[in-house]
Structures are given as C-alpha cells and as structure tokens.
C-alpha cells in the first residue's frame, strides 16, 4: 500500500474527504475526527512552513520506525545468543539488484521456546559473486549490530552464488564461522518439487483438486467451523 496520494501537498482539510489523499494524512484526520484537539489545532492553525506532513518528513518517520524496529529485533537476538541467517536476491522494478535479510532465532522472552521469523532490511547489491554476496551479507549484520559468534545456521536458494559448496556464499561465511551450518530453503526445496511434480497430470490434476477443497472450506467461516468440529471428533489429539 502507497503511503502518498496524487494530492498529497498542502495544508490537510480535516473536514474534506479527499478519495486520492495519501495513507499518512487520512490517518492524522482520522486522528483528528477520533477527538484529538492538540492534532487539530495544529493542522489547521499551525505555521505552514510547519506542518510536519511533507514527503520529506514521512520518509523521515519510516526511517525511524524502521531503525526502532532493527534495534528491538538485534537486541532479541543478541540475548538469545544464537541466531540463523536468511538471504534472498532479486532485481525490483527499477531494475535494481535487491537482497532481502532475515533473522530466524529462538524469542528470548518467552518461557516456552519459540522460534522466530524477522525481516531486518533490503539491501542493494552489485557484486553477485559468492565471495561479494558473503561480504555484504556479514557487513549488514554487524552494520546492524548483530554478534555473529551467535551464528549457527544459514539458510539461501540453491544458485550456484549463494549455495556453492566451495565459492558459495555459505561456503565463504562458513571459513568465517564454522558453526554457521547451510541448509537450502525448505519452502523452495518443496516449491521445485511440485513445480516438477505438477508436470505429471495426474499430481497436478490432484493438487488442483486439493487446492479447490482448500478455497471451499476457506471462503466461509460456517464451513471452516463445521470442518474444525469433523476434525476434533475424528482426531482428538487435535484440540
């Protein structure tokens, strides 16, 4: 979801609906509308040199929630002391070359282990070496604040670059920390699997019927409840 509109400029009229205004400025009416007078006054009595709305202003605050985000995220992990890595690449729509970085580590908070999944950052990468993609991988994570002693695990598809068993990227970060295990993507794994699989008609005949059953139980909440009820009399070990 976009968070500008077409008229996304200017001082904010609390009392017009504007259909094409952006995300940021429908919340801070919405604000408005919900009863905050300090919000209200400032929007519509406040300098207009500042009104602290501009697009300059909105990149700044999801800057910030992003480095707040980080900062939580590499504080848990650096308490559980034992983290994996996982890494994937792909070129965005401005044909830019971008990795996305992800922590998967055991919550510190929790008294019953729970492992979790956090996105940390994107990353524009140039050189697609394994050597370079092992580089920027460790500099963004200690960039970030992460203690890579606690590295015990990565996890990447299975291009050459990236899981290369000698100029891989894992091979190149392993040399480094030898705990740091490889283990190829499993969703990608059971993902090549039945793209393969579905060449045969009669698995793909099947997984389409799977796949209809799926969506008629799963577009009616009444259908999910009466699948939920069949399922704990058969299974009781379910509830």
């Given at each position: 979801?976009?968070l500008?509109g077409k008229t996304?400029s200017?001082r904010?009229?609390v009392?017009e ?17 919900a ?6 006054k400032h ?9 602290f ?11 910030i ?7 939580k ?8 002391k034992i983290?994996?890595v996982m890494?994937d ?6 044909k830019?070359e ?22 940390l950052?994107?990353v524009?990468?140039s ?7 092992a580089?920027?991988i460790i500099?963004?994570l200690?960039?970030a ?10 996890s990447y ?9 000698l100029n891989?990227a ?22 090549l ?5 579905c060449?045969i008609t009669?698995?793909r ?6 796949s209809?059953?799926c969506?008629f139980?799963?577009g009616s ?9 069949h ?6 070990s379910s509830?």
């Amino acid at each position: 979801m976009s968070l500008r509109g077409k008229t996304d400029s200017g001082r904010i009229n609390v009392d017009e609906e504007v259909k094409t205004g952006g995300k940021f400025r429908e919340l801070l009416k919405f604000r408005v509308k919900a009863g905050d007078e300090i919000l209200k006054k400032h929007l519509t009595e406040g300098s207009s040199n500042a009104q602290f709305t501009s697009a300059k202003v909105q990149n700044q605050l999801i800057n910030i929630c992003s480095d707040i985000i980080s900062e939580k995220i590499v504080e848990k992990v650096n308490r559980a002391k034992i983290f994996s890595v996982m890494a994937d690449e792909t070129t965005d729509v401005s044909k830019q070359e971008q990795m996305s970085l992800c922590i998967r580590y055991i919550d510190p908070d929790l008294t019953c282990p729970l492992i979790r999944e956090d996105f940390l950052k994107f990353v524009v990468v140039s050189d697609l070496s394994g050597q370079g993609l092992a580089k920027t991988i460790i500099e963004n994570l200690q960039s970030a604040g992460i203690n890579l002693n606690f590295l015990i695990g990565q996890s990447y598809d299975g291009a050459a670059y990236m899981s290369g068993h000698l100029n891989g990227a894992q091979a190149v970060i392993r040399k480094k920390y030898p705990k740091a295990l490889f283990v190829h993507f499993s969703a990608h794994s059971l993902n090549l699997a039945i793209n393969d699989a579905c060449k045969i008609t009669v698995v793909r005949n099947t997984v389409g019927s799977v796949s209809s059953v799926c969506n008629f139980f799963r577009g009616s909440a009444q259908r999910t409840d009466v699948l939920k009820k069949h399922v704990i009399n058969h299974f009781p070990s379910s509830r």
